[in-house]
């Protein structure tokens, strides 16, 4: 028995000792173990970005200095030793490990001064002074530094509570030393504008946007609000709404940046850069891209915005002012950035019942596109859509040609006089305003003499001079025209069109002239032909006298034309297509150069294929094959 027992134990014993053996060949102390596809992408990509942990050639130089259990609790400690030097390959190895270090240890204790650090850090290792960097573009490490440096600035900058990136000269303490920081005013001038508060990109989540782009590059991507500087003379600019926000980027240029290894101090200077003054800057030698965010800063200035509450007040109300700041808009056109020799003007014109805000979709689109950059400049003309068509259209013309004239007196900018105008439903048919010659014919609806006959003061007969005359502006050289009722509309003529144009009020201004014409001039105005113009509602009714005559007048020669015109019922035949609005007949126009059918309702001009299509043509207005 005693014998069994030991046979039994020994028995018991092998069977261990195999089962160890088996284990400790399924994991040796060295060996691999596979990952799925995600998995092996995160261990390529890791670090103090993208994991909040770090990256491979950091942990690197960690464990070879026997450092890396030591930065789990003194932190500070490590990256004092890496800084006064490790054993590493290079010092480009070297300054990475503590740009990644610094941000990882900051974005841990939120001490301000490490993210300067690695900002600092970053910027050694990209620039460093009186040579070519040693960063390789194929090295992931270089755009990580990149990202380091714009984020450190961006975080290091912010305010006591992140909401703000407080942007100022001064002395900032560095955990090895201190930086002076100084920065030059004039560059936080924006034409007749003051940027006043900084908000970070990164921190902003968009929505509502089809698109958000981001130019990546140098700088931290900032939104900067504006305040209007009324000591400025720069008045002919200042047709920018107060509640823009600009995309702009902030650049800490450091000098002699390989002193932050030696001296520990070092000097910085603040620039600052809106994306339609520059792509890229030169440091040390080279030209380097900007970062910018545009799509970030249009959905900011939408934010909470009052432009949507006067879609409907301006339809209704013809006395509605749609800037609190008239003076400043006496032609209702505002920009989107300061006036600049040399661009283009795309001009925007909305429909019924809408705002400029309806724009934003393709606005987002086409000042993104890299081949349209320092090519064009976008305007807005905004108007009361209630009022009368002619009414509007006088505005329009008179307020181009007032503003061309303040802009460019002398003549001189040729890329002034090669205007476009894009104009959406009713915004179409007042594009066609600046476009045409009109000679005669709407005043001869309305009137059994000339106007120069009429006993009229001289205020009443310039107004109706511009109202009813028309020529083509020189300086307009296409037009686009989208889901436009050029032969009315059959929403505006039926029972919808009649009861909105009852609630409509007239400008008192307009009224009081018609009054002063209809009053003195009984027998040679039609009086009829007047009780059917004043709304925009009766004047796109298929049946006016006002649309039968506005059709039948062509665009020049010498502007071209686009259509660009919605339809739902695209399977239907096309003497039925409709947009819910406009039936296509009346969009369509035969001396169009190109006609694009968009399946879609009546706000097509937020379609990705309309707003491709009008990418197409500023293209090709530039010369630029799509």
């Known amino acids: 028995m005693w014998i069994d027992l030991k046979l039994r134990k020994i028995f018991i014993t092998l069977i261990i000792l195999g089962a160890l053996a088996v284990l400790s060949g399924c994991a040796t102390p060295v060996g691999v173990a596979r990952l799925d596809t995600q998995e092996s992408y995160r261990k390529l990509t890791a670090n103090v970005l993208t994991h909040s942990t770090l990256s491979a050639p950091t942990m690197q130089i960690l464990n070879r200095n026997g450092l890396a259990e030591k930065f789990q609790t003194l932190p500070e400690d490590v990256i004092a030793t890496i ?3 490790t054993s590493t390959e290079s010092e480009a190895d070297r300054l990475f490990a503590l740009a990644e270090l610094s941000f990882l240890h900051a974005s841990r204790s939120q001490n301000r001064s490490y993210y300067l650090a690695a900002a600092v850090y970053a910027y050694a290792l990209l620039f460093p002074s ?22 450190g600035i961006t975080e290091g900058f912010a305010s006591g509570d992140g ?11 560095l955990p090895f030393g201190e930086m002076e920081v100084s920065f030059d005013p004039a560059s936080f001038r924006w034409s007749s504008y003051i940027f006043i508060n900084f908000y970070s990109t990164t921190r902003l989540s968009l929505r509502g946007l089809r698109n958000e782009y981001r130019w990546p590059g140098i700088g931290a991507a900032l939104v900067a609000a504006t305040r209007y500087s009324p000591d400025t003379k720069d008045t002919i600019t200042a047709r920018i709404p107060p509640d823009i926000k600009v995309a702009v980027t902030a650049f800490l240029r450091l000098h002699n940046p390989g ?44 934010e909470g915005s009052r432009v949507y509450d006067t879609e409907a007040k301006g339809f209704f109300s013809g006395n509605y002012s749609l800037f ?3 003076a400043r808009f006496p032609e209702n056109i505002f920009f989107m950035t300061p006036y600049k020799r040399g661009y283009i003007p795309v001009v925007f014109i909305h429909g019924t019942a809408s705002s400029a805000a309806r724009w934003v979709q393709m606005l987002n689109e086409l000042q993104n596109d890299q081949r349209l950059w320092g090519r064009y400049q976008y305007w807005s003309f905004t108007y009361n859509t209630g009022n009368p068509i002619l009414y509007t259209g006088g505005m329009l013309t008179s307020g181009l040609k007032e503003l061309v004239r303040a802009l460019d007196p002398d003549g001189t900018d040729e890329a002034l006089r090669e205007m476009i105008i894009i104009g959406h439903s009713q915004g179409g048919m007042l594009a066609k305003f600046p476009a045409m010659n009109s000679g005669t014919r709407f005043w001869d609806n309305a009137a059994s003499v000339p106007i120069d006959r009429l006993d009229i003061s001289p205020e009443t007969r310039a107004m109706l001079k511009k109202t009813v005359f028309y020529t083509p502006l020189p300086f307009v050289k296409r037009v686009i025209f989208i889901s436009t009722p050029h032969k009315g509309s059959y929403v505006a003529g039926g029972w919808i069109g009649r009861l909105a144009g009852r609630f409509i009020s007239l400008p008192l201004r307009m009224i009081d002239e018609m009054k002063e014409v209809t009053t003195k001039n009984p027998d040679a105005i039609d009086m009829s032909t007047f009780k059917g113009v004043p709304k925009s509602t009766h004047n796109m009714d298929p ?5 039968k005559t506005f059709s039948s007048i062509p665009v020049s020669p010498g502007v071209e034309t686009h259509s660009i015109i919605s339809v739902t019922n695209i399977d239907a035949p096309r003497e039925k297509w409709a947009d819910g609005v406009v039936e296509y007949e009346s969009a369509h126009i035969d001396y169009a150069a190109s006609e694009l059918v968009v399946h879609s309702g009546h706000s097509t001009q937020e379609e990705p294929e309309t707003i491709e299509e009008v990418r197409r043509i500023l293209l090709l207005h530039i010369g630029i094959k799509p």
């Open 83 to 85: 800084h006064k030097g």
């Open 130 to 151: 009186g040579r070519a960097s040693s960063a390789d573009a194929f090295d992931p490490r270089f755009r990580t530094a990149v990202d380091i440096y714009n984020l």
């Open 163 to 173: 909401s703000e990136i407080d942007l100022k000269g001064g002395k900032y303490r």
């Open 259 to 302: 002193d932050v290894l030696t001296t520990g101090n070092i000097r910085g200077k603040i620039e600052l850069y809106t994306v339609n003054s520059s792509k890229a800057i030169i440091i040390e030698g080279r030209s380097v891209p900007l970062e910018f965010n545009a799509s970030a800063a249009l959905a900011y200035t939408l």
């Open 324 to 326: 609190k700041e008239q």
């Open 543 to 547: 049946g006016s006298t006002f649309i």
